[in-house]
């Protein structure tokens, strides 16, 4: 039993009213994938995230995306919060995110869109904690900045999604009691540092994502050169999480149950509600 910690199945490539990713959803199942994390990314698709998770028996967190800060406005912050304590029975609402810091794109890092993420940043960790929620973190070259906020505000944990640092950083994210987030980076060959990191750090640290559609595993990669002669790229989806469950237990030297395991019980660990939703579900 596999637990996929960060989908985006309301995605526009999951087709309208969310065919595609239905049947995704119905093969993952068919795979051995209990559940998937559905994050929001802007309060345009707080609703969708929502209806989505119930209508597929999954999980959803909540939160303005560092990618979104530049067309979100002050006002969503209150959204959020008014949709955090509007929710707050829901089992299936189980973190603030996707949240955090980008410093990748050029136009992020211009000094005052820094600064107004790290407003949108803050804010929600002040949310997270008010609700007593984990939260589910995008950390794209900010760690250092996301983490010295973090421990600023602390809110007991969540997920470092798409974690891809050092092993300094990794050991500062597990101080602050979160999970580390894997997925289809770690199944490329050339990432060596990240597959090290994969095959290293102490279990009890891991989950597994996909991001589908994003981030897709190296068999579903078709580089840019190939794509502009009119090759698409694969869909990647939660289908997709047992095979690279796979390959991580191959790069840790143990069996795949084993590691479907771990990284069940570490979702829990960092989502609790997950289990108090999987208790309440029919």
Not at 68 to 94: F, I, K, N, S
Not at 182 to 188: E, I, K, L
């Amino acid at each position: 039993m596999w637990i996929d910690t960060h989908c985006h199945l309301d995605a526009p490539e999951f087709g309208d009213a969310h065919v595609l990713a239905r049947q995704a959803r119905q093969l993952a199942r068919e795979r051995g994938v209990h559940c998937c994390v559905l994050p929001a990314v802007e309060v345009a698709n707080f609703r969708a995230v929502r209806e989505l998770a119930h209508a597929l028996g999954d999980a959803y967190a909540l939160g303005i995306h560092p990618l979104y800060v530049p067309r979100a406005h002050d006002e969503d912050l209150d959204r959020l919060d008014a949709e955090l304590q509007a929710h707050r029975g829901d089992p299936r609402l189980v973190a603030v995110g996707e949240i955090g810091l980008d410093f990748f794109v050029p136009a992020l890092c211009e000094p005052a869109m820094r600064e107004r993420q790290q407003h949108f940043y803050r804010a929600q960790l002040r949310l997270a904690r008010q609700h007593g929620l984990p939260v589910i973190l995008h950390v794209r070259r900010s760690t250092d900045a996301l983490l010295k906020h973090l421990r600023e505000l602390p809110t007991g944990g969540g997920i470092a999604h798409a974690f891809n640092g050092s092993t300094e950083q990794a050991q500062a994210f597990l101080a602050q009691g979160f999970k580390l987030g894997f997925g289809g980076a770690s199944t490329f060959d050339a990432a060596r540092r990240l597959r090290a990191l994969a095959a290293s750090l102490p279990a009890d640290a891991l989950v597994l994502e996909t991001d589908a559609p994003d981030m897709p595993p190296q068999w579903l990669y078709t580089p840019v050169a190939e794509r502009a002669q009119g090759r698409p790229q694969g869909l990647n989806t939660p289908a997709e999480l047992p095979r690279i469950g796979a390959e991580m237990a191959a790069l840790r030297g143990i069996a795949v149950d084993e590691l479907a395991a771990v990284t069940t019980a570490n979702a829990r660990a960092a989502l609790p509600r997950l289990q108090a939703m999987e208790d309440t579900s029919p």
